[in-house]
């Protein structure tokens, strides 16, 4: 029904940006909560931002003032700006929502993850 589909991950050093994307398709009501999640391997995701319908966000102490996310709620998409990258922020990030359907159903997406490897 509803779709989420990451891109923008890659390989880049230590010092640099990237800039992930989330596209939301599908039978959208509307999104609510989303947020950026990370898994590098050997390890347990863990929520990198996350930011609510309104506008306000939250990140991890690990990615502050180094990462910002942002959304645009007419293309139903949502962006994660990457920063003074770091070779611990190495993972795939996956992008997350609370999305309400058409059929007025409420409930968590998950996209299929975007690489971001950073070399030292």
């Known amino acids: 029904q509803v779709q989420l589909v990451e891109s923008g991950g890659g390989l880049v050093q230590a010092g640099g940006s990237l800039r992930l994307s989330c596209a939301a398709s599908?039978?959208?009501?509307?999104?609510?909560?989303m947020g950026w999640y990370r898994q590098a391997p050997g390890k347990q995701r863990e929520l990198v931002a996350i930011i609510l319908s309104g506008g306000v966000t939250n990140y991890a102490g690990s990615v502050k003032d180094r990462f910002t996310i942002s959304r645009d709620n007419a293309k139903n998409t949502l962006y994660l700006q990457l920063n003074s990258l770091k070779p611990e922020d190495t993972a795939v990030y996956y992008c997350?929502?609370?999305?309400?359907?058409?059929?007025?159903?409420?409930?968590?997406?998950w996209g299929q993850g975007t690489q971001v490897s950073v070399s030292s």
């Open positions: 599908g039978s959208i009501r509307s999104l609510n909560a």
């Open positions: 997350n929502g609370a999305i309400a359907t058409m059929d007025g159903s409420l409930r968590d997406y």
